[in-house]
């Protein structure tokens, strides 16, 4: 009977790295994934910013079908809450805090987005001008 069940977690060896996720040996021959999304509680947009070949981690096992084994290494954190579960001040602030901290980073992106299209469009303007 096999110790590697759904819930369980255990501690494994990294074996490969790809594009999206990495492959766990856990033991017993058996390795497993995990997914990019699986990683950290973060966006991970590369996986070699937090895994490397051989790496030992604590994860574990979310999933078990047709051979394949699903693993998460953010969910074997004991200190790991779902999204939605409030654990910081950010989600404890008022509407307007959160208003005003949204339309400050909007209108930061707008002027980023404005000063791009500007310096395209002066482009253009130039290499039509020398034409004629």
């Not at 339309?103 to 469009?121: F, I």
């Amino acid at each position: 009977m096999s110790s590697i069940t759904v819930g369980s977690i255990v501690e494994g060896r990294v074996t490969g790295i790809t594009g999206f996720g990495a492959f766990v040996d856990v033991g017993e021959g058996r390795t497993g994934l995990v997914h990019i999304s699986e990683i950290a509680d973060e966006y991970v947009h590369d996986v070699n910013d937090y895994l490397k070949m051989n790496d030992t981690v604590t994860v574990k096992v979310i999933s078990m079908d047709k051979g394949r084994i699903g693993l998460s290494i953010k969910q074997a954190d004991p200190n790991y809450r779902p999204r939605g579960f409030r654990r910081d001040r950010a989600s404890q602030q008022s509407f307007e805090d959160k208003l005003s901290k949204f339309l400050k980073e909007s209108d930061e992106r707008h002027q980023d987005l404005k000063k791009h299209m500007d310096s395209k469009r002066g482009g253009r303007g130039t290499r039509l001008s020398k034409t004629m």
